[in-house]
């Protein structure tokens, strides 16, 4: 037997106070997941990420679960995810799969190694003059400015020609990129992966004037099976990664003006994975869990 920590967040955590508007996505991947990973003899517990350290002191291996608000305490995240590994605890996803994949500059080594990327203009501060040269260099009446740093769409912006504030700034770092049309007109896809293996995908369509497809912003969720060739673009993806095969991963793209996905992100830290669209993640993710706690 072995004892499983799922780690959340002072507003995913069911009965906390100020619990997020999406937290129910949290109770849907605790519920797929729990029977599972008790069917197959394991214990398993729900964990404040932040808790003090000592209430991690029986765990064997802990999911990042919904730790939603790392990307506004990184330092504290990646420390205490150190801490468990020192400790002996099994952390998935890896710290120092983490460590890369938190800043999305990690979408640059994947175009690297083949990836098809949306173009990005990186910096470390923007301002509405960044955005004006972008419009000019993407040939896009429509920028979205996203942090290096972030997690659904929060401190995101999209900015047309002429609606652009003159005194417009962002004093983080940033990533600029031309708005994708197909993300209204068809929606973004989310290829899910356990152990490498593809598992299942869906397609998130954003609500009617919105272009975000989270929950948050009335965004909706539909399965789809990918084509061949969308399924080995994202596998190809998941072999890019420059760690151990990571034991989940969400592969979100979005159609391309020569109809080829386009990579949007990799996510591999604290991803919804879509247990609603995929009825079979528990039982994949206890069988990977397995496999990582049994010595080779």
């Not at 004006?132 to 900015?159: C, L, M, N, P, W």
């Not at 080995?232 to 760690?243: K, N, Q, T």
């Not at 095969?245 to 991803?271: C, F, H, K, Q």
Request: overall charge negative; aromatic content about 8%; some cysteine.
């Amino acid at each position: 037997m072995a004892r499983i920590g799922f780690l959340a967040c002072e507003t995913t955590l069911p009965g906390a106070k100020g619990r997020r508007e999406d937290a129910f996505e949290h109770d849907l991947s605790v519920t797929a997941i729990q029977p599972h990973i008790e069917q197959a003899g394991h214990d398993f517990t729900v964990i404040d990420w932040a808790a003090p350290l000592d209430q991690f002191a029986e765990l064997d291996l802990v999911m990042l679960g919904t730790a939603w608000n790392y990307q506004d305490r990184e330092h504290e995240f990646l420390s205490r995810l150190e801490a468990l590994e020192a400790a002996g605890i099994t952390v998935c996803n890896p710290s120092q799969l983490v460590r890369w994949n938190m800043r999305k500059t990690y979408l640059k080594d994947l175009a690297s190694k083949g990836a098809s990327t949306i173009p990005t203009i990186w910096l470390d501060r923007a301002n509405s003059t960044d955005v004006e040269a972008a419009f000019t260099a993407f040939e896009s009446d429509t920028i979205v400015v996203k942090r290096q740093v972030g997690a659904g769409a929060e401190g995101q912006s999209i900015f047309n020609r002429g609606n652009l504030p003159a005194d417009w700034q962002m004093d983080r770092p940033a990533m600029l990129q031309p708005f994708m049309p197909a993300i209204q007109k068809e929606g973004e896809y989310s290829l899910i992966f356990i152990d490498g293996e593809f598992s299942h995908a869906l397609i998130k369509r954003a609500a009617e004037d919105d272009y975000r497809i989270q929950s948050l912003y009335g965004g909706t969720e539909e399965a789809v099976s990918p084509s061949a060739e969308d399924r080995s673009a994202a596998a190809a993806i998941i072999a890019s990664v420059p760690f151990e095969t990571p034991l989940y991963a969400r592969i979100d793209m979005v159609r391309g003006p020569e109809n080829s996905l386009l990579l949007m992100e990799a996510e591999m830290i604290e991803p919804y994975l879509y247990p609603k669209q995929g009825p079979e993640l528990g039982a994949r993710l206890t069988a990977a869990i397995n496999r990582r706690l049994t010595p080779s």
